[in-house]
């Protein structure tokens, strides 16, 4: 296995997996289902490999939940397009008369054919971009927790000076995934202009017969 396939994977699905896990442990401790938190800690090597296990795999299995949490605060704009029309601001002069936006998918693959490792130079910006949407929903998840820590009367109420450092976290997390999902995109748009077909269509800017 590559092994920025492999850090790729880890930033997109162990790091939010791992999250969840820790408040579903976190969880039944509190209610005195079962201590597997305080064993998960202090289980040596073993149990840190089965808890990066048991996190990838949360985190792969939940990413479509996470990603459609996530779409609850959707960014002003499609980020293929915020992240076009960023390309023409910071380039007034760039001819992009023949660069369709909605076009990125086909490109990038074009990219992953012809330079894996152009690929994943792009494509860590995505990865980032799930770690930081699976972020923002663990800290929704770990307020809704704390809620039901205080119904039960598990905590008391001066556990609620977290939920303004929760919110921060969420709306921060959530506006760096947009930004990075903005970035992949520039940087497939940037690869499309720096170069000849077959990105560029035949007899663009013609006029017409």
């Known amino acids: 296995m590559n092994i920025k396939a492999s850090i ?13 896990l820790l408040l579903v442990l976190h969880g039944l401790k509190t209610f005195g289902v079962a201590d597997y938190f305080s064993t998960a800690l ?5 149990a840190l490999l089965f808890g990066g296990l048991a996190a990838y795999l949360i985190g792969f299995v939940f990413d ?21 029309e960023q390309l023409k601001k910071r380039n007034p002069e760039l001819d992009t008369r023949h660069i369709n936006p909605s ?22 910006f995505f ?8 972020i923002c929903v663990a800290a929704v998840l770990a307020f809704l927790q704390l809620l039901l820590y205080l ?13 303004p450092v929760l919110a921060v976290f969420a709306w921060s997390s959530i506006r760096q ?26 007899n663009a800017g013609a006029p017409e017969k």
């Open 8 to 20: 790729y994977d880890f930033f997109a699905y162990t790091i939010p997996g791992g999250l969840l």
């Open 42 to 46: 202090s289980g040596g090597f073993s």
């Open 64 to 84: 479509p939940i996470m990603g459609y949490a996530a779409r609850l605060y959707p960014p002003p704009q499609e980020p293929y397009l915020a992240a076009f």
């Open 103 to 124: 076009d990125w998918a086909i490109w990038f693959a074009t990219i992953r054919r012809e330079s894996l490792e152009a690929a994943f130079e792009i494509d860590r």
């Open 127 to 134: 990865a980032y971009s799930k770690m930081m949407q699976g």
């Open 151 to 163: 119904v039960f009367g598990k905590i008391s109420a001066g556990y609620l000076l977290l939920v």
């Open 177 to 202: 995934s947009h930004k990075f999902k903005r970035w992949f995109f520039i940087m497939i748009y940037e690869a499309v202009v720096s170069r000849n077909p077959p990105f560029t269509k035949p």
